[in-house]
T-cell receptor, first 112, second 111 residues
Framework: SQTIHQWPATLVQPVGSPLSLECTVE??????LYWYRQAAGRGLQLLFY??????ISSEVPQNLSASRPQDRQFILSSKKLLLSDSGFYLC???????????FGQGTRLTVV | DAKTTQPTSMDCAEGRAANLPCNHS???????VYWYRQIHSQGPQYIIH???NNETNEMASLIITEDRKSSTLILPHATLRDTAVYYC????????????FGQGTELSVKP
């Protein structure tokens, strides 16, 4: 069966520090991968999606970047965090032929 | 992908059917209607999807109007655990790519 792992569950980081959130998927190959952010309650904002290794599409200009160094690994990074980067970050995957998407449990990031 | 419009919030009595509407008047012929829900502080969970026929699974039923410009998600016997934000999304299938969420409907099931 397929599983998605996302860590850490919570993170408190000072302004100006770097960020690296990792997401891995097991039990499938060549998945579509997604990073979302949810700030202040509901409303999931799509940040990045990837349809293959090294292929990253960015949805909104921001202080973040994403990379996909391996087929089932998706990394969200920042060189210098801002207060506005605080939020609930969710990784998700779907089959290439795109039926439903499966979400990780999320990382709650607080920038202080 | 087409945009969707949902009410901000709804209440439902426990044990009654919850009917959540969604308008997607600009939907195109090859776009599917998907429903997800998000319980507080968890990742969204897929519920159901359809193209033009009504669909039913163990969680819910999806009713799509004949002109496909709107749909309704039905939870036949709502429980307290169904309290969540429900998202209606339309997207093209079989192409991969992005999955865009709107603001959703916050459903409160009350005893």
């Amino acid at each position: 069966s397929q599983t998605i792992h996302q860590w850490p569950a919570t993170l408190v980081q000072p302004v100006g520090s770097p960020l690296s959130l990792e997401c891995t998927v097991e039990g499938t190959s060549n998945p579509n991968l997604y990073w979302y952010r949810q700030a202040a309650g509901r409303g999931l904002q799509l940040l990045f999606y990837s349809v293959g290794i090294g292929q990253i599409s960015s949805e909104v200009p921001q202080n973040l970047s994403a990379s996909r160094p391996q087929d089932r690994q998706f990394i969200l990074s920042s060189k210098k965090l801002l207060l506005s980067d605080s939020g609930f970050y969710l990784c998700a995957w779907s089959y290439t032929q795109a039926t439903e998407a499966f979400f990780g449990q999320g990382t709650r990031l607080t920038v202080v | 992908d087409a945009k969707t419009t949902q009410p901000t919030s709804m209440d439902c009595a426990e044990g009654r059917a919850a009917n959540l509407p969604c308008n997607h008047s600009t939907i195109s012929g090859n776009e599917y209607v998907y429903w997800y829900r998000q319980i507080h502080s968890q990742g969204p969970q897929y519920i159901i999807h359809g193209l033009k026929n009504n669909e039913t699974n163990e969680m819910a039923s999806l009713i799509i109007t004949e002109d496909r410009k709107s749909s309704t998600l039905i939870l036949p016997h709502a429980t307290l655990r169904d309290t969540a934000v429900y998202y209606c999304i339309v997207r093209v299938d079989n192409q991969g790519g992005k999955l865009i969420f709107g603001q959703g409907t916050e459903l409160s099931v009350k005893p």
